[in-house]
Structures are given as structure tokens and as C-alpha cells.
């Protein structure tokens, strides 16, 4: 049976790690993110949901110095830094012919033939999901004791072609360093809008 966590709020300290005190990171500490480390990032972040549990979202976990390297060409100027220094930057991208998995993902229905024969609504969920995974990344890395630094400064093109050459089918929609962020690396926090300006209640 699944439990019902409606009446526990998150302790004070709990979300200033998820969200109110966590930042995003420029350059990084001289530390090692672990491969268990990686596992413990995706077992969380598959338990979150997305549509018809389509589970589009594909990632490469670019480690090695080569595939850094590799990467650093890819990206924006800005960026190229961040990457080699970063222990690990993710890839995080989306297979458009997600729907051939359905079958095992979401069995008590034939999902499959909802998506068949309709590309471009592939492409549109399998985008949209995989962004609302690649969130759920930045928050799982941050509760497991790790930090992110994503960015889409990069060349579309090329990191497809580096990363997903061998995979067709898929395309890559951001990119987000994991690590142990250097303080010394980020500025005053931006300003966050109140809820009434970019919010109303009908």
C-alpha cells in the first residue's frame, strides 16, 4: 500500500536544501561524484511522475576528462570551463520513440497506440517530460547532498551528433553539471518574484 505523507510538511532545513538556500554552481570543488552516487540520482528522480509514466528523458554522464573535452567543444564559450572543471555533467535528453517502451511502463493500457503514427506529438511529450525530468534531477542530486549547475548554452547539433550519434531517435534538451559547488563561484542570490506577479487564482 502506498503511504500518505499529506499531514508532513518538510522540516525547515529540508527545504532549504532542496530549494531556499540551494544555488546554481559556476566552478567546483576538487571532489569526486561517485557512480553510486548517479544511481541514487536516478532512483529518485524515475520514482516522479510523468505522463502515461512515458519516462522519456535519456542520460549521458559525461565523467571521463575526453568525453569533457568533447562536451566543452559543443558548448558556448561561457560554459567550457564549467564543464572540465565539473566532476560530472549530465546530457539530459529524450528518445522520441519513447512510446515502444509503454508497454512494460504503463501495461494496464495499451498507451503504446496512443502515441504511434503521431511524430511531432512524440516529440512535443517526450520534450515536455523530459524537461519535467530534468528538474526532478536537479532536485534528486541536491537531496542526495549534491549540487547542479545547468545550462543550454551549447550547440543543439553537435551534442547530438557527440552524445546521441550512435541514437538517432534521440535529442538532447539541456545540459547540467553535478558536483560539489565552489562557494567562492556564485553571486548574490537574484531577485524571486512574488506569487502576485506572476500568478493569479480563477
Known amino acids: 500500500m502506498t503511504q500518505q505523507f499529506h499531514d508532513h510538511v518538510l522540516s525547515d532545513e529540508a527545504l532549504a536544501q532542496l530549494f531556499n538556500e540551494a544555488r546554481s554552481y559556476n566552478d567546483w570543488l576538487d571532489k569526486d561524484v561517485s557512480d553510486e552516487q548517479l544511481h541514487a540520482i536516478w532512483d529518485l528522480l524515475k520514482m516522479a511522475p ?4 512515458m519516462q522519456p528523458v535519456r542520460i549521458v554522464w559525461v565523467k571521463s576528462d575526453d568525453q569533457k573535452a568533447k562536451l566543452a567543444k559543443c558548448a558556448s564559450e561561457g560554459n567550457r ?3 572540465k572543471a565539473a566532476p560530472v555533467t549530465a546530457v539530459i535528453g529524450y528518445d522520441i520513440d519513447f512510446h ?3 508497454p512494460w511502463l504503463f501495461p494496464h493500457t495499451d498507451a503504446k497506440s496512443w502515441f504511434e503514427g503521431d ?3 512524440r516529440k512535443e511529450g517526450a520534450f515536455r517530460n523530459s524537461s519535467l525530468q530534468g528538474a526532478y534531477l536537479i532536485l534528486a542530486a541536491r537531496a542526495v547532498g549534491l549540487d ?3 545550462m543550454s548554452g551549447f550547440d543543439q547539433d553537435k ?5 546521441f550519434g550512435d541514437e538517432p531517435r534521440h535529442r538532447v534538451n539541456f545540459i547540467c553539471s553535478v558536483g560539489y ?3 567562492k563561484s556564485i553571486f548574490d542570490r537574484s531577485p524571486r518574484p512574488d506569487f502576485d506577479k506572476f500568478n493569479r487564482i480563477v
Open 50 to 53: 510523468t505522463s502515461a509514466n
Open 81 to 83: 570551463d564549467k564543464i
Open 100 to 102: 515502444e517502451e509503454l
Open 119 to 121: 511524430e511531432e506529438g
Open 148 to 150: 547542479c549547475g545547468p
Open 159 to 163: 551534442v547530438n551528433e557527440a552524445f
Open 181 to 183: 559547488g565552489d562557494p
